[in-house]
Nanobody
Framework: QVQLAESGGGLVQAGGSLRLSCVAS????????MGWYRQAPGKQRELVAV???????NYADSVKGRFTISRDNAKNMVYLQMSSLKPEDTAVYYC???????????????WGQGTQVTVSS
């Protein structure tokens, strides 16, 4: 069983910063890409940022230059540093990881429970 657990959400004023963390736990042999998605009320879930196992990154245009994704492979963790936050960044943020439970199985996508980020104007 693989679990992803996010932390670090909260309420912040526009222009402020937050750092989200996500740790993968359980039984697995490898983690491929790790990423952050968000879902605002009434909207579809969207990709925010993703980092490959080789540390290549990709960002949504709306967060480029403001958010930074990073990972610590030794700790099975991924982070999202969010700066210059805007009210439109308000959403539930979800951690995602492509995880191989064992060498004989394929990769599966796992999701965290989500953490609320609210940016006040």
């Amino acid at each position: 069983q693989v679990q992803l657990a996010e932390s670090g959400g909260g309420l912040v004023q526009a222009g402020g910063s937050l750092r989200l963390s996500c740790v993968a736990s359980g039984s697995f042999v490898s983690i491929n890409a790790m990423g952050w998605y968000r879902q605002a009320p009434g909207k579809q879930r969207e990709l925010v940022a993703v980092v490959s196992s080789g540390a290549n990154t990709n960002y949504a245009d709306s967060v480029k230059g403001r958010f930074t994704i990073s990972r610590d492979n030794a700790k099975n963790m991924v982070y999202l540093q969010m700066s210059s936050l805007k009210p439109e960044d308000t959403a539930v943020y979800y951690c995602n990881a492509g995880v191989r439970p064992d060498w004989s199985s394929r990769r599966y996508d796992y999701w965290g429970q989500g953490t609320q980020v609210t940016v006040s104007s």
